[in-house]
Structure formats: C-alpha cells, structure tokens
C-alpha cells in the first residue's frame, strides 16, 4: 500500500508543482506587460 | 498547426483531462483488480506506463517539431519543439520517479542497471542537456538551431528503449501492447480497459499542459525582444 500511495503522491506533486510553476511564470509576466504599459503612458504625458 | 488548434482547444482539453484523470484514479481504485503476485504496488504501472508513453510522444514531437524548424525556420515550430521537450522532461522525470518506486516494491531494489532504466536515464539527460543548451546559447537563433540538432539526435534513444527488452536481457517485462508486444499481453480486460483509460487521460493532460505551456512561451520570447528594444533605444 506504501508504494503505491507513494507512486501516486509523487506523480501528483511533479503535475502540480508543473502547473504551479506555469502560473508564476504567467503572473510575472503580466506584472511585466503592465509595468511596461505604464511606462509607456508615462513617456507619453513626458 | 498543431500548436494553434492546441490554444484553441486547451479550455475544452484541460477540462476534458480532468474528468478523464478523475475517472482514471477511479478505475485504477475501483475498477482494475489487483495483481495476485505484485498485490497493489502494481497498480504503479497504471501511471508508470502512461507517463512512459507521454515522454514519448513528448520527444517525438520534438524530433518533428526540430525537423520542421530545420526545414521552414519557421519559429513557431522552435517553440512547438522546446514546449515539447519540456513537458518530455517532466514526464521522464515522473518514469525515473514512479519506477524505482515499483522496482523496490516487486525486485527489492530501488535501482538496477537494467538496459531500459539505463536508457531512460540518459534520454532524461539528453533533453536536460537540450533545456540548459536553450537557455545557455548566445542567441535566439543559435539556440534553436543547436536546439533543433539536438532534438533530432536525441531520439534515437526512443527506440532503444522501446526495443531494449526485446534485443537485450533484463529486469524489465516484455511490452504489454503495441508494438512488440505480446497480443493481449496476458491482461485482465479489467487491467487492459483501466490502461488505456489512464493512457487516454494522461495524453489528455500533455495536451492540454502543451495548450497552456505554448502561448506562455510565446509571450515571453516576445516580452524578451520588447526588453531587448527598449534597452537598443535607450542606448
């Protein structure tokens, strides 16, 4: 039962730790594009 | 192309593999009986075998993919290709993970130096190698060329292992199904049905992971030329 639950748990965690990884790399990324845009609107008012 | 109808389908996709994954540890909790001599640690081989067949399909896309790029230079199939090889890796690495799991369980040992396992090992190093060479390479085009050559190359290694259990002896078992394989493999239809049930849901989820992972990817290689610009025209 041991290895099995274990199989399992490891399988699960690698997926979820993929997607979570996917996630803060697409947060950054927006905080990125709005960063950008705002300073885009900045240089435009300059 | 692929990778298009992927984004466009991957709501649908990811939904889809839910419920399949979700009636996939079902069937292997419920449905599938358990093994008279493994007893449950064969269950291991309903996610075992389909994370195998994920990193293989992963890693033929990429040897397409790498051929394509090569052929069209087109980079959307750069990033089809690098897309791929990652989740590849990810899903070698689960096979690498889940097996010395089983092994333990049915040989008592965590690891052999079994032709398979030895061959996955090295699959799971070379496309390593093909991630650090993408991100270590001078340019964008180096790196997808280098990229691509290695892709390429690194899937010989694919049929090795498929046939390594055929051509060379062994810890691992002959192929259950497919190619080589033993017809009907001597499977419970209650075992056959909750495979190909585990290896439909866990295509489902590469798919849908590859919907996901491609536009993201994209995203940044063109943040990455927007950053490179701005930086050109402060200058």
Redesign the interface.
Known sequence: ?G??V???L??WA??FL??FW?AR??RK?AE??KA?REAIVRRGHE | MISRALEGWSRGLAAAAAVLMVLAVLAVALYAPIEREQGLPQKIFYLHVPSAWVMFLAFFFVFIGSVRYLWKKDPAWDTFAYCCAELGVLFCTLVLATGPVWGKATWGAWWTWDPRLTLTLILWLIYSGYLILRASAASEEQAARFGAVLGIVGFADVPLIHFSVLWWRGMHPAPVIGLGGVQGGGLHPAMLYTLLLSLVAFTALFLSLLGLRIPLRRAEMEMRDVRRLSTFTQT
Do not use: I, R
């Open positions: 039962m290895f099995m274990a199989a399992y490891v399988v690698g997926l993929y997607v996917l790399k697409s990324l990125e594009v950008l």
